[in-house]
């Protein structure tokens, strides 16, 4: 399940504010954005991060006791596109064993 598409969830912060279109409201996700991806874990779901925020992407990969995946995004180093991922995160995704 992806957190968010276009638009700020009561738990998550997307993509268009990593562009400046929109403002952060979690700077990641919110208190029950945390209880939201623990639950995923638990249940066995997988956490989709495509069109959230660079932060949003930050704090799953912190928090997630599973692997997360990135369904329809690109590397940012490839192809500059906001809703693509960075090289840092990319990064943690490995660090992380995710």
Same mark, same amino acid.
């Given at each position: 399940m992806t957190l968010t598409h276009s638009c700020n969830t009561p738990w998550a912060d997307n993509w268009l504010v990593d562009t400046n279109d929109e403002r952060p409201v979690h700077h990641g996700l919110s208190p029950f954005g945390k209880t939201v991806v623990e639950e995923m874990n638990r249940l066995g779901m997988i956490v989709d991060l495509a069109h959230v925020s660079v932060d949003t992407m930050?704090?799953? +990969?912190?928090?997630?006791?599973?692997?997360?995946?990135?369904?329809?995004?690109?590397?940012?180093?490839?192809?500059?596109? %906001? %809703?693509?991922?960075?090289?840092?995160?990319?990064? +943690?995704?490995?660090?992380?064993?995710?």
């Amino acid at each position: 399940m992806t957190l968010t598409h276009s638009c700020n969830t009561p738990w998550a912060d997307n993509w268009l504010v990593d562009t400046n279109d929109e403002r952060p409201v979690h700077h990641g996700l919110s208190p029950f954005g945390k209880t939201v991806v623990e639950e995923m874990n638990r249940l066995g779901m997988i956490v989709d991060l495509a069109h959230v925020s660079v932060d949003t992407m930050k704090v799953v +990969l912190n928090i997630s006791k599973a692997p997360v995946i990135f369904s329809h995004s690109s590397a940012y180093s490839i192809c500059q596109h %906001r %809703r693509n991922v960075p090289d840092d995160v990319l990064h +943690l995704v490995v660090s992380a064993g995710t």
